[in-house]
Nanobody, 122 residues
Framework: QVQVVESGGGLVQPGGSLRLSCTAS????????MGWYRQAPGKQRELVAS?????????ADSVKGRFTISRDNAKSKNTMYLQMNSLKPEDTAVYFC??????????????WGQGTQVTVSS
């Protein structure tokens, strides 16, 4: 089993910054990719940013130039970050972390966190 836990959400004023963290743990053999998704009320979940184990990143057009995704691949630190700058009210959503890879039993997994609320409001 692979567990994913997010942290770092909160309330911030427009133009402010937040840093989200996500840590994967459990029976992990490899993490091929990690990603941040968000879901606003009444809308579908959408990809915000992703990063592969080779460091290849991808961003939604709406966050390019404002958000930065990064990973800490040091031993036993399966952690990913999302630095969010110049936040806008439309960035308000529940942010979810996803991790995909192989377990120690060499089966594939795709695990989601419980989500963390980000609210951008004055």
């Amino acid at each position: 089993q692979v567990q994913v836990v997010e942290s770092g959400g909160g309330l911030v004023q427009p133009g402010g910054s937040l840093r989200l963290s996500c840590t994967a743990s459990g029976s992990i053999f490899s993490i091929n990719a990690m990603g941040w998704y968000r879901q606003a009320p009444g809308k579908q979940r959408e990809l915000v940013a992703s990063v592969t184990n080779r460091g290849i990143t991808d961003y939604a057009d709406s966050v390019k130039g404002r958000f930065t995704i990064s990973r800490d691949n040091a031993k036993s630190k399966n952690t990913m970050y999302l630095q969010m700058n110049s936040l806008k009210p439309e960035d308000t959503a529940v942010y979810f972390c996803n991790a995909e890879g192989m377990t120690m039993a060499l089966t594939s997994y795709g695990s989601w966190g419980q989500g963390t609320q980000v609210t951008v409001s004055s």
